[in-house]
C-alpha cells in the first residue's frame, strides 16, 4: 500500500526522530510513503486569524495531493486534522470550493473533492490491522508502561476524521501499545490538551497545562509518555524543563513517539529509531535494550 506523506512544518524542523521511527515502521510494516517537496504547510497556523488564507492552503496540499491519487498521511495531529476539515468542508460547499479554486488558479492547481486525510497511527491501523502488527512483534515490552496521548487534533474533529476512535473513549493508541506487549496506562488526563494551542498567546497557561500532565504521570512513574504530535513533543518535552522551574518542581518524565514504540517491538534498535535524539530520553527503556 502506498501514501503520500504529508511531513508539514514542525517534524522536519525539530521531530527528526519521529519522521525516522515512522519510516521505518512503515517500511517493515509493508507500507511506501511517497514524498513530495512541493508539499508545504497545512494552513492550521492562520486558522485563527484568516480563515479564507487557512483553506486555501490546506486546498493546496489537497490539490497537490490528488495528482497523486494516493491517501494523504500526516505524522502531525493538527495537519491531519486540519486538511481533513477542509476536505470535508470543500466537498460539502460547492461555493466555498469555488472560492478556493479561484485563488489556487494563480499557481495552477484546482482543488477536487476525493482525497483521503489520514493520521499515520489510523493507516497502520486500517491499510495494515492490529491483528497483523501484533503478529509482526518479535520483541516483547512487557514490563513497561506507556502512557497514550491522544489530544485534541488527533480526535477532534470527529465528523472529519475516519471513526476508529469513539473522541469520548479513545482506545487505538493504547491498543497500538498493547500490540508491544506493554501496559498502556489509561490515565485520567488522557484526552487533556498539550497546552500547545495558547503557547504563543499565554505561556504560563500553556505550562500549566503541560505541567499538570507531566506531574500526574511523574507520580505514576511510567516508562515514557507516547505522542504522535510533533506539537505535542513541543510542549510536553521539549518545554518541560522551563515548565518545571516556573511551577518550582521536579519533572523528569521521559518522551518517546509511539512509532518508536512499535519499532523497538519490530525489532529495531533504538538508533535505527532515532531515540538518541529524544531529550528526555526513557533510561529505563534504553537500558534493558543494551541488555
Known amino acids: 500500500m502506498k501514501a503520500l506523506m504529508f511531513l508539514g512544518c514542525t ?3 525539530r521531530n527528526l526522530n519521529y519522521e525516522l521511527s515512522a519510516r521505518k515502521v512503515a517500511a517493515r510494516l509493508g507500507l511506501e510513503l511517497v514524498d513530495d517537496p512541493a508539499l508545504a504547510c497545512c494552513g492550521f497556523p492562520l486558522k485563527g486569524t484568516d480563515q479564507a488564507a487557512a483553506l486555501t492552503v490546506a486546498a493546496r ?4 495531493a490528488a495528482e497523486h491519487g494516493l491517501p494523504l498521511v500526516s505524522l502531525c495531529s493538527a495537519c491531519a486534522a486540519h486538511l481533513a476539515e477542509a476536505e470535508h468542508r470543500l466537498k460539502a460547499d460547492p461555493e466555498a470550493a469555488a472560492a478556493v479554486n479561484e485563488r489556487l488558479a494563480g499557481v495552477g492547481l484546482a482543488y477536487r473533492p476525493g482525497v483521503r ?3 499515520f497511527m489510523r493507516f497502520l491501523l486500517s ?3 492490529l491483528e497483523a502488527i501484533k503478529a ?5 515490552l512487557s514490563g513497561f508502561t506507556f502512557a497514550p496521548h491522544y489530544g485534541c487534533h488527533y480526535l477532534k474533529p470527529s465528523e472529519a476524521l475516519e471513526g476508529l476512535d469513539d473522541p469520548e473513549d479513545p482506545q487505538s493508541l493504547a491498543r497500538l501499545i498493547q500490540a508491544t506487549g506493554a501496559r498502556a496506562l489509561m490515565h485520567p488526563s488522557l484526552k487533556e490538551c498539550c497546552g500547545g494551542g495558547v503557547l504563543g498567546v499565554d505561556e504560563e497557561l500553556a505550562g500549566r497545562m503541560a505541567g499538570a500532565k507531566l506531574k500526574e504521570l511523574g507520580a505514576a512513574q511510567v516508562t515514557a509518555l507516547a505522542l ?5 513533543n513541543v510542549m510536553y518535552e521539549g518545554q518541560q ?3 518545571a522551574k516556573s511551577l518550582e518542581t521536579k519533572l523528569a518524565v521521559p518522551v518517546v513517539y509511539l512509532t518508536q514504540v512499535l519499532g523497538l517491538g519490530l525489532g529495531m534498535s533504538p538508533e535505527e529509531l532515532g531515540l538518541g535524539l529524544n531529550r528526555v530520553k526513557p533510561k529505563e527503556l534504553l537500558q534493558a535494550m543494551a541488555g
Open 241 to 243: 524543563k522551563k515548565i
Open 11 to 13: 517534524v522536519p524542523v
Open 61 to 64: 496540499a489537497l490539490a497537490q
Open 136 to 140: 509482526r512483534m518479535v520483541r516483547d
Open 228 to 232: 504522535v504530535c510533533p506539537f505535542c
Open 127 to 129: 491499510e495494515v490491522g
Open 117 to 119: 486525510v489520514t493520521h
